[in-house]
């Protein structure tokens, strides 16, 4: 006789052998980066305001630490005014280009690309992309950012939702920014 429990937990196990056969066949997550492509503009008035994100998280420390923290989440948290994304080597590549900073092109495999900030800080950064969402991460020593991007009404939006973490914060920073398609 089969327990409940034990039916559930051969039901569990039935979704994850279903699910890793989807992801293995690729039925279910057909990824297409080229519906990332193209030029985008920051949409201040349909985004968070980062200022307002990191004022909000660095509110309950102490005014010591709300300093050093705040500086750090503010020089992390930059986002470009314009981002220009572009498929590269028959989609296995994707370039992204930020205002100001050179063109990044790294393979969407999540193989790591060691690269250096703005700041002279060096970080890995690695690109991911599973169903319609492209994730962008980046790991330096004290801590990492996730940006995962969708596109959303019908092409002419991207949707940023950013987590910042650290073993240094309680819990991750997480604001959203939009950029419609110019």
Do not use: C, H
Not at 24 to 53: C, H, M, Q, Y
Not at 90 to 95: P, V
Not at 161 to 176: A, Q
Request: net charge positive; glycine share 10%.
């Amino acid at each position: 006789m089969v327990t409940k429990s034990a039916w559930r937990n051969l039901s569990t196990v039935r979704g994850w052998v279903a699910m890793g056969v989807l992801l293995l066949s690729g039925a279910a997550f057909a990824a297409d980066p080229a519906a990332f492509a193209g030029t985008w503009v920051r949409d201040r008035a349909n985004g968070e305001s980062i200022g307002k994100a990191i004022e909000s998280y660095v509110a309950v420390f102490d005014s010591a630490t709300k300093v050093r923290i705040g500086e750090r989440l503010g020089a992390v948290s930059q986002a470009s005014d314009q981002l220009v994304i572009a498929v590269v080597d028959s989609g296995k590549k994707i370039s992204i280009r930020e205002d100001g900073r050179v063109e990044t092109v790294v393979s969407l495999g999540g193989k790591a690309v060691s690269m250096q900030g703005v700041s002279g800080e060096t970080f890995e950064m690695r690109v991911t992309m599973v169903a319609d969402k492209l994730t962008e991460s980046y790991q330096a020593g004290d801590g990492g950012r996730t940006n995962v991007y969708s596109v959303g009404d019908k092409g002419r939006s991207l949707l940023v939702d950013v987590m910042i973490e650290s073993p240094f914060m309680p819990k991750p920073l997480l604001y959203k920014l939009v950029y419609t398609r110019k």
